[in-house]
């Protein structure tokens, strides 16, 4: 009892050194806090767009898992770039880093290697890149009749490397239209053919869909490490 006698007189005689203590702690705390809500926020964008070394059209993709756009800071770690997903129609922006010097590289797509650029990045800058697809959709049609969506197509490429070994029509009820998102397909393996006669060959696909609005798109894929798919762009049909 006479130890808890003594701690409590010994607060009582030093309350106002710990309560000034406390103020101080407090007054640091809220000025770091205010410190970082003073830096700078990012003021530079970058945006732009692949295009396909075949069609001469925007490179098609999907999102995620289409391709990457890498941007390496300078005088930042050259393993730790900015890193975000392009869109499916093959553009892509960012419009939250610095202004600065960057070196800019898509990656992760069905396409070959890229060179890298460097870009001085300001608060709007532009960079393209063309790019050589693993395989290009060419020719294509696409037509509606009743309960069913008629595709027509060509599988090109411009330079051998993986084999070919898929085909798919894909039909969606949304604008969305990939691998994963699709309402009712039509696939075939080409695994067992010839890359040389898949590439001299017109392909037909017909998939049977109720009456409606639908959103079509050929996907084909050689046996790529990253599992990636080229595609045609998106044709919205009617189906009576």
């Known amino acids: 009892m006479y130890i808890a006698y003594m701690i409590m007189e010994y607060f009582k005689k030093n ?8 103020a101080l702690i407090v007054i640091v705390l809220f ?8 830096y700078d926020e990012p003021d530079g964008a970058v945006y732009g767009a692949l295009t ?8 098609q993709s999907e999102q995620p898992n289409g391709f990457n756009i890498k941007l390496f800071e300078k005088g930042s770690e050259m393993n ?5 997903w392009g869109k499916p129609d093959g553009t892509f922006k960012n419009a939250w880093i610095f202004q600065n010097e960057y070196q800019v590289v898509p990656t992760e797509g069905a396409f070959f290697p890229v060179d890298t650029v460097v870009v001085q990045v300001r608060e709007e800058t532009e960079v ?8 290009a959709v060419t020719n294509v049609s696409i037509q509606p009749s009743a309960g ?14 993986d084999k070919i070994i898929e085909r798919k029509t894909l039909v969606s009820e949304i604008p969305t239209v990939n691998n994963v998102v699709y309402n009712f397909k039509a696939e075939t393996d080409l695994s067992g053919t010839s890359d040389e006669d898949i590439l001299s060959t ?6 049977e869909v109720p ?4 959103y079509v798109r050929v996907a084909v894929a050689t046996d790529n490490a990253l599992k990636r798919y080229n595609y045609s762009k998106v044709f919205e049909v009617e189906v009576p």
Not at 31 to 38: L, P, R, T, V
Not at 128 to 135: A, D, E, H, K, M
């Open 52 to 59: 396909d070394e075949i069609t001469n059209e925007n490179f």
């Open 128 to 135: 393209n890149f063309t790019v050589t697809p693993f395989l």
């Open 31 to 38: 000025a770091s806090c205010n410190g970082i809500d003073n």
């Open 148 to 161: 069913k969506v008629t595709a027509s197509y060509e599988i090109a490429r411009s330079r051998a490397a």
């Open 80 to 84: 730790s770039p900015i890193t975000f």
């Open 15 to 22: 309350f106002k050194y710990f309560g000034a203590l406390w």
């Open 211 to 214: 009456a409606g609005i639908y």
């Open 202 to 207: 017109g392909f037909t696909d017909e998939v």
